[in-house]
């Protein structure tokens, strides 16, 4: 009975690492390519990523990238533990948009998507998150 309940406590906690969505809401700005407004949280700066900034013409095409694709969308929030709120009110996140039916998918993480499509890059930062393993 205690491995089956060990057993069991293993599978939760399993669980619980495997989907650390920690918050969610919905985009109501963007500021630029990788940092935005999240209605009932805050201001998001995507972990891990780094855009142009919006004075250049690439960092035009960033933000509009991020706004075309996030604003007005429900996303789910995975928050950096490690670094907490940023200098300029930011929470370093990973960010991950939702399945049809208003679920987060895992498979859509906006961090990954945003740097495969050229519009920011990575940038490995001190955080919890590892982005070899996006």
Same mark, same amino acid.
């Given at each position: 009975?205690?491995?089956?309940?060990?057993?069991?406590?293993?599978?939760?906690?399993?669980?619980? /690492?495997?989907?650390?969505? &920690?918050? @969610?809401?919905? $985009?109501?700005?963007? @500021? @630029? !390519?990788? %940092? =935005?407004?999240?209605?009932?949280?805050?201001?998001?700066?995507?972990?891990? /990523? *780094?855009?142009?900034?919006?004075? #250049?013409?690439?960092?035009?095409? @960033?933000?509009? =990238? #991020?706004?075309? *694709?996030?604003?007005?969308?429900? /996303? +789910?929030?995975?928050?950096?533990? $490690? %670094?907490?709120?940023?200098? !300029? !009110? #930011? %929470? &370093?996140?990973?960010?991950?948009?939702?399945?049809?039916? !208003? %679920?987060?998918?895992? *498979?859509?993480? +906006?961090? *990954?998507?945003?740097? &495969?499509?050229? =519009?920011?890059?990575?940038?490995?930062? &001190?955080?919890? +998150?590892?982005?070899?393993?996006?």
């Amino acid at each position: 009975m205690r491995c089956l309940i060990a057993c069991a406590m293993i599978l939760l906690v399993a669980q619980a /690492v495997a989907h650390p969505l &920690e918050a @969610s809401g919905r $985009v109501s700005s963007i @500021s @630029s !390519g990788d %940092t =935005f407004m999240v209605d009932g949280f805050g201001l998001v700066h995507l972990a891990d /990523v *780094r855009a142009p900034d919006v004075h #250049t013409p690439d960092g035009v095409h @960033s933000k509009a =990238f #991020t706004m075309e *694709r996030l604003l007005n969308v429900q /996303v +789910f929030l995975d928050i950096d533990n $490690v %670094t907490g709120y940023q200098p !300029g !009110g #930011t %929470t &370093e996140c990973l960010v991950y948009l939702s399945n049809p039916d !208003g %679920t987060p998918d895992l *498979r859509r993480l +906006f961090n *990954r998507i945003i740097v &495969e499509a050229g =519009f920011a890059n990575l940038h490995d930062d &001190e955080n919890e +998150f590892d982005p070899a393993s996006w």
